[in-house]
């Protein structure tokens, strides 16, 4: 079993629609919960950091931890065509060096 | 644009070849990583860097050879590779020594021919 589980997709969805990416994770030491952007042939862009568990809001985007479900979500509001692209969720153990990756979410937003 | 500059953009060489790739940073970040990323996967991390001192290294091949001289630069010295190497290498760097929030480069697509 991996570390962190990703639904790879491909996931396309209308403009517009509200666009709910997911992961799961196994390590319940991990403390950090990350969720980047990567457009083709780019390096991955961070989204949005969360630190335990809660909710944190960023413009169209919501990120969410449950620690007790060991369950992370970015839901993306409005989507555009821009935000067309995949969506790795990472985390790391406090006093951690090291990312654990999902395997990303191929995502994309129709005209 | 990204904040972590690597260059080259593209690479392609020879089973023989020795090059490097390079990377900088000027966000005053004490922690600079190497990954590599082959088509459709998710980042794997290589060498971690603290404080100019290297942290991690993820048992990587030794034909993978990391330097970092100073706080703002790393680089990785690529020698003998073999084709299945081929990938795109990322940079990125954080604050401190937590891995949280790390900042990316662009990447260097690399081709062994």
């Known amino acids: 079993q991996k570390e962190v589980e990703q639904d790879p997709g491909p996931l396309s969805v209308p403009e517009g629609a509200i666009v709910s990416l997911n992961c799961t994770y196994s390590n319940s030491a991990f403390q950090y919960f990350m969720w980047y952007r990567q457009y083709s042939r780019k390096g991955p862009e961070l989204l949005m950091y969360t630190y335990s568990s809660g909710n944190k809001e960023d413009g169209r985007f919501t990120a969410q931890v449950d620690k007790s479900s060991k369950y992370i979500s970015l839901f993306i509001r409005d989507s555009q065509p821009s935000d067309s692209a995949t969506y790795l969720c990472a985390m790391s153990e406090k006093g951690a060096q090291k990312l654990v990756f999902g395997q990303g979410t191929r995502l994309t937003i129709n005209p | 644009d990204t904040e972590v500059t690597q260059t080259p953009k593209h690479l392609v060489m020879g089973m023989t070849n020795k090059k490097s790739l390079k990377c900088e940073q000027h966000m005053g970040h004490r922690a600079m990583y190497w990954y590599k990323q082959k088509a459709k996967k998710p980042p794997e991390l290589m060498f971690v860097y603290s404080y100019e001192k290297l942290s991690i290294n993820e048992s990587v091949p030794s034909r993978f050879s990391p330097e970092c001289p100073n706080s703002s630069l790393l680089n990785l010295h690529l020698h003998a590779l073999q084709p299945e190497d081929s990938a795109l290498y990322l940079c990125?760097?954080?604050?401190?020594?937590?891995?949280?929030?790390?900042?990316f480069g662009s990447g260097t697509r690399l081709t062994v021919v």
């Open positions: 990125a760097s954080s604050q401190g020594k937590r891995a949280s929030g790390y900042t």
